[in-house]
C-alpha cells in the first residue's frame, strides 16, 4: 500500500480540502474521514470538535462513519464506487470477511464490494448469527471441558472375603481402582470435546448437528457419573451383605420365621431390582470381544 501524505496542522486548510472533498462525492469518503479524524486526534479544534462540525455543516454521526471508513477501509479501487453506506458496512465487518464472496439469500455468490446496501445488510446480519452460534458453542464446550470429574477420596475398607464365597472374588474394587477406570473413560469423552471445538470453528451456518453432537457428549458425562455411582455403590452393598456375617445370626433365629421370612422378601425384592438393572444394560449392543479387561 502506498505512502500517505502527512496532513497539515492549520485547522483552516484542512476545513477547505474538506469542503472540497464533500463536492467530489463518494469516492472522496475516505479523504474526508481521514482529515476529520487527524483533527479530532490532534486536537486541532482545541476540543470543540462538534462545534467545528456544525461550522462545517457535517452531521456527527456521518463524521463517525467517515472516520470510521478511512480507519478500516483503504482508499483503492477496489471500493472507490461505492457510496458512503455500503463503505460503512464494509468497514464494520470482520476484516477477514470483506473479501470473501457471500452467499446471498437470493442465489447469487457475491463479494462484498460487489454488493447492494440492502445484500451488505442480508450478509451483516448471517455473520452476526455465526458468530453469536460460536461464541455459544465455545462456552458450552468450555464448561464441558472444564468440568472436573466427581472423585471421591474415601477409602473404603474391603473385609477379606473366605475363599469358599469365590463369586465375590475379583467383584469388589477399591475406591482408587473405580476412579481410575472412571477417569480414563471420563479423559476419552473430553477428548472427543476438544476435537468437536476445532470442528465447529470452521463452521459456516448449519450450526445444528454439532450442537446435538455437543448436547450427546454432554449427556455422556453425566451418564458415566451416574453409572460409576450405581457400580461403586454395588460393590459396597455386596460388601456390606456379605452372606458369611450374617450366617450365625440366622442359625440363631431359626425359631423366629416372621423375621426370617422378611428377610426373605426383602432379598426377593433386591433380586428383583438387580434384574430389573440388569435388564436395562445394553450388553446386546455390544460385540464379544469389545471389552478388555486388562
Same mark, same amino acid.
Not at 23 to 49: M, P, S, T, Y
Not at 112 to 126: C, F, G
Not at 168 to 181: A, D, P
Given at each position: 500500500?502506498?505512502?500517505?501524505?502527512?496532513?497539515?496542522?492549520?485547522?483552516?486548510?484542512?476545513?477547505?480540502?474538506?469542503?472540497?472533498?464533500?463536492?467530489?462525492?463518494?469516492?472522496?469518503?475516505?479523504?474526508? =474521514?481521514?482529515?476529520?479524524?487527524?483533527?479530532?486526534?490532534?486536537?486541532?479544534?482545541? =476540543?470543540?470538535?462538534?462545534?467545528?462540525?456544525?461550522?462545517?455543516?457535517?452531521?456527527?454521526?456521518?463524521?463517525?462513519?467517515?472516520?470510521?471508513?478511512?480507519?478500516?477501509?483503504?482508499? +483503492?479501487?477496489?471500493?472507490?464506487?461505492?457510496?458512503?453506506?455500503?463503505?460503512?458496512?464494509?468497514?464494520?465487518?470482520?476484516?477477514?470477511?470483506?473479501?470473501?464472496?457471500?452467499?446471498?439469500?437470493?442465489?447469487?455468490?457475491?463479494?462484498?464490494?460487489?454488493?447492494?446496501?440492502?445484500?451488505?445488510?442480508?450478509?451483516?446480519?448471517?455473520?452476526?448469527?455465526? +458468530?453469536?452460534?460460536?461464541?455459544?458453542?465455545?462456552?458450552?464446550?468450555? &464448561?464441558?471441558?472444564?468440568?472436573?470429574?466427581?472423585?471421591?477420596?474415601?477409602?473404603?475398607?474391603?473385609?477379606?472375603?473366605? +475363599?469358599?464365597?469365590?463369586?465375590?472374588? =475379583?467383584?469388589?474394587?477399591?475406591?482408587?481402582?473405580?476412579?481410575?477406570?472412571?477417569?480414563?473413560?471420563?479423559?476419552?469423552?473430553?477428548?472427543?470435546?476438544?476435537?468437536?471445538?476445532?470442528?465447529?470453528?470452521?463452521?459456516?451456518?448449519?450450526?445444528?448437528?454439532?450442537?446435538?453432537?455437543?448436547?450427546?457428549?454432554?449427556?455422556?458425562?453425566? &451418564?458415566?457419573?451416574?453409572?460409576?455411582?450405581?457400580?461403586?455403590?454395588?460393590?459396597?452393598?455386596?460388601?456390606?451383605?456379605?452372606?458369611?456375617?450374617?450366617?450365625?445370626?440366622? &442359625?440363631?433365629?431359626?425359631?423366629?420365621?416372621?423375621?426370617?421370612?422378611?428377610?426373605?422378601?426383602?432379598?426377593?425384592?433386591?433380586?428383583?431390582?438387580?434384574?430389573?438393572?440388569?435388564?436395562?444394560?445394553?450388553?446386546?449392543?455390544?460385540?464379544?470381544?469389545?471389552?478388555?479387561?486388562?
Amino acid at each position: 500500500m502506498q505512502e500517505i501524505e502527512t496532513l497539515s496542522d492549520n485547522l483552516t486548510q484542512l476545513t477547505t480540502e474538506i469542503k472540497t472533498y464533500q463536492n467530489i462525492g463518494g469516492q472522496a469518503i475516505f479523504e474526508i =474521514g481521514r482529515r476529520l479524524k487527524w483533527v479530532k486526534e490532534h486536537d486541532l479544534a482545541h =476540543g470543540e470538535f462538534g462545534k467545528w462540525l456544525e461550522d462545517i455543516h457535517l452531521d456527527r454521526k456521518v463524521a463517525n462513519k467517515m472516520m470510521k471508513i478511512s480507519s478500516e477501509v483503504s482508499n +483503492d479501487s477496489t471500493y472507490s464506487h461505492l457510496g458512503m453506506n455500503a463503505l460503512y458496512l464494509v468497514a464494520t465487518m470482520p476484516e477477514e470477511e470483506r473479501e470473501k464472496p457471500q452467499n446471498l439469500s437470493s442465489g447469487e455468490v457475491k463479494k462484498p464490494d460487489e454488493m447492494t446496501v440492502r445484500e451488505l445488510r442480508e450478509v451483516k446480519a448471517q455473520l452476526k448469527v455465526r +458468530d453469536e452460534q460460536i461464541s455459544s458453542k465455545d462456552k458450552t464446550i468450555e &464448561s464441558l471441558l472444564n468440568r472436573q470429574p466427581e472423585v471421591i477420596e474415601k477409602e473404603v475398607e474391603v473385609e477379606k472375603i473366605p +475363599d469358599d464365597y469365590d463369586f465375590l472374588k =475379583g467383584k469388589v474394587e477399591t475406591t482408587e481402582s473405580i476412579n481410575e477406570r472412571y477417569a480414563s473413560e471420563n479423559a476419552e469423552l473430553r477428548e472427543a470435546l476438544k476435537k468437536r471445538q476445532e470442528a465447529m470453528k470452521n463452521m459456516t451456518f448449519d450450526a445444528e448437528p454439532m450442537q446435538n453432537e455437543a448436547r450427546e457428549l454432554e449427556q455422556q458425562i453425566a &451418564s458415566l457419573h451416574q453409572v460409576k455411582r450405581l457400580d461403586e455403590k454395588l460393590n459396597n452393598f455386596i460388601n456390606e451383605i456379605s452372606a458369611t456375617k450374617y450366617a450365625n445370626d440366622f &442359625s440363631t433365629l431359626v425359631s423366629k420365621k416372621e423375621t426370617l421370612y422378611h428377610v426373605k422378601s426383602s432379598i426377593l425384592a433386591v433380586k428383583q431390582l438387580l434384574n430389573d438393572i440388569e435388564e436395562s444394560l445394553p450388553l446386546n449392543e455390544i460385540i464379544e470381544g469389545e471389552i478388555n479387561n486388562d
